[in-house]
């Protein structure tokens, strides 16, 4: 028969072994989230990061405007999913320019950065006093182009890409001295009467707008040379003073760049184009005017055009339309057979 100083002996050791494994329990419990919540300050812990977080590229410093990113200055953080702004760059951004002031650790943005240097002057310019090609379309590249009644003809702007079309005006960026050109242009046209101040697409503008290795090359030997000759005395000066010679040898590398990279620009406006814009500060205005009256009226004769020809020959009209849809049916048909491999 068990005495009661047995059953009080193991009660005793009961209760000590329910303790000791209470209290291991609660250490591990405690040294689990110890390291749980340490996890989550250290922004290390696996599940969270996996379910809650997205990976983002930042600047380890700020960046302003126009400034080239380089790998040292990316890094790579994630945030709560909940905090991602919308159209993170997915790519490297390494090479690209900073469109804006950018401070540091701020997700980065495809509206924040570019793969091209746009300059400060740079404006989005309404055109409607330039003849359009019947068949221009957003994304073409065209010559602006000034022809006088004897026939001779010249490039006013190269190169301008054509962001967008409504009816008879497109858009395209032009810098401030393009934008004065091309009102020169304008104010010509206007006064040479049988002049035309019209747009020619590029053939393949992928293949043929590019900036010869002779012109970057050309380039680059006179920013050296320039550079070789203020080096001595940039060197002696304080940080200040370089820092203001090396900004003008910059804009200056810039601007003739911009010169040696422009395909055959060759119109300039004459004197007495110039002097009558001086003399009359409505020139341009009546111009614009003129030109886009008679673009909308060169349109609009080939739409009417277009409607003529449909009402008075309205089965040739059916005819062609058909042969057309059939023409687009026959392609796409030995497109999808071409694929499949019939």
């Keep these: 028969m068990i005495g009661m100083s047995q059953i009080k002996k193991r009660t005793i050791q009961a209760a000590s072994i329910g303790a000791s494994v209470g209290l291991a329990i609660a250490i591990g419990v405690g040294v689990w989230s110890f390291f749980t919540i340490r996890s989550y300050q250290n922004g290390t812990n696996k599940n969270y990061l996996k379910n809650y977080t997205t990976q983002v590229q930042v600047l380890k410093r700020d960046v302003v405007q126009g400034e080239i990113i380089t790998d040292g200055m990316v890094e790579t953080i994630n945030v709560n999913n909940s905090t991602v702004p919308t159209g993170v760059v997915s790519g490297s951004v390494v090479g690209l320019t900073a469109k804006y002031n950018i401070a540091a650790k701020v997700p980065l943005t495809t509206d924040m950065v ?29 010559d602006i182009r000034i022809m ?9 702007l190269s190169q301008k890409n054509i962001d967008s079309i409504y009816d008879t ?7 401030e001295d393009e934008i004065e050109l091309l009102n020169s242009a304008i104010v010509d046209s206007f006064l040479n009467s049988g ?31 320039k ?30 760049a911009n ?5 055959s620009r060759n119109y300039q406006p004459n004197a007495y ?16 005017q003129e030109l886009k009256r008679l673009n ?22 059916e005819n062609v339309v058909t042969g057309a849809q059939q023409s687009i049916i026959t392609q796409q048909t030995e497109r999808e057979n071409l694929l499949s491999g019939k």
């Design 296 to 317: 909308a009226e060169a349109r609009t004769t080939i739409e009417n055009g277009i409607k003529n020809y449909k009402s008075q020959n309205s089965s040739d009209y």
């Design 148 to 156: 006088y009644p004897n026939g001779t003809d010249y490039i006013v």
């Design 114 to 142: 570019s793969d091209e240097v746009v300059s400060a002057d740079v404006r989005n310019v309404e055109i409607n006093t330039v003849l359009m090609p019947s068949d221009l379309t957003e994304g073409d590249t065209v």
């Design 227 to 256: 550079i070789e000759d203020e080096w001595e005395s940039i060197a002696k000066m304080d940080v200040e003073e370089a820092s203001k010679e090396i900004l003008d040898l910059v804009y200056e590398y810039k601007n003739f």
């Design 195 to 225: 002049s035309k101040l019209y747009a020619l697409k590029y053939a393949d503008s992928d293949a043929q707008v590019k900036s010869s290795e002779d012109l970057k090359s050309e380039t680059e030997g006179y920013i050296a040379t």
């Design 259 to 263: 010169a040696a990279t422009v395909n």
């Design 273 to 288: 184009v110039m002097s009558a814009m001086k003399a009359n500060s409505y020139l341009i205005e009546n111009a614009s």
């Design 169 to 175: 005006t497109f858009w395209c960026k032009l810098s």
